[in-house]
């Protein structure tokens, strides 16, 4: 099965420091990957939109000069969150679209996450 | 995309079936029911899908009412690794192909 993977899968940044996530997938080519971010106990938090070659689409409420996203090529993307504060302290997960295969059932195929602590 | 409503906690028997609820009383005739699972610190694994009829797959069972306007999530025997938070998404079949979670039901299986 299609399988996606996030580099690292955890992370402990300093107050101020940048920190940069990779999402991969492994066995087919993402036309479409999504970031999202998961507080303890909450639900998943779509944060934005990346299409292969072009930019992001952010969801409201989310700061794209703070969260920024390159999808340069059909198997990578990579969330940077850029001068990290504590409250920046998440689980990221991204989600990868298949888009050479047809059909609509497995169109998203997700990462195992990235923790990221920020002191 | 419409919202949908599940119970915050559900607790079941290891062995015996799990039936997860999903109230999706505004879904469009062109959105479907999605049912992804999340298990501890992990991404979400897909489990199922359908529009208008049941639909079953090697996990689980999908049973939507007439209306359309709740669906149920069997899971036939469940086991402790099915231990997780299981979500119900409607989603139009549009080019935008996002997923908005909702907040699920933790479902314990007990031994």
Redesign the interface.
């Known amino acids: 099965g299609a399988v996606v993977s996030q580099h690292p899968s955890w992370v402990i940044c300093k107050s101020g420091t940048s920190v940069k996530i990779e999402c991969r997938s492994l066995d087919f080519q993402a036309t479409t990957m999504f970031w999202y971010r998961q507080f303890p106990k909450q639900s998943l938090m779509l944060m934005a939109t990346s299409n292969e070659g072009s930019k992001a689409t952010y969801e409201q409420g989310v700061e794209k000069d703070k969260f920024l996203i390159n999808h340069a090529s059909l198997t990578l993307s990579t969330l940077t969150v850029t001068s990290a504060h504590p409250e920046d302290s998440s689980f990221y997960i991204c989600s990868a679209r298949d888009g050479t295969g047809g059909g609509w059932a497995y169109e998203q195929y997700f990462g195992p996450g990235t923790r990221l602590t920020v002191t | 995309d419409a919202k949908t409503t599940q119970p915050t906690s559900m607790d079941c028997a290891e062995g015996r079936a799990a039936n997860l609820p999903c109230n999706h009383s505004t879904i469009s005739g062109n959105e479907?029911v999605y049912w992804y699972r999340?298990i501890h610190?992990?991404?979400?694994?897909?489990i199922i899908?359908g529009l208008k009829n049941n639909e079953t797959n090697e996990m689980a069972s999908l049973i939507i009412t007439e209306d359309r306007k709740s669906s149920t999530l069997i899971l036939p025997h469940a086991t402790l690794r099915d231990t997780a938070v299981y979500?119900c998404i409607v989603r139009v079949?549009d080019s935008?192909?996002?997923?908005?979670?909702?907040?699920?039901t933790r479902l314990l299986v007990r031994p």
Not at chain 2, 41 to 46: E, L, N
């Open positions: 479907y999340q610190s992990q991404g979400p694994q897909y899908h979500y079949m935008s192909y996002k997923l908005i979670f909702g907040s699920g």
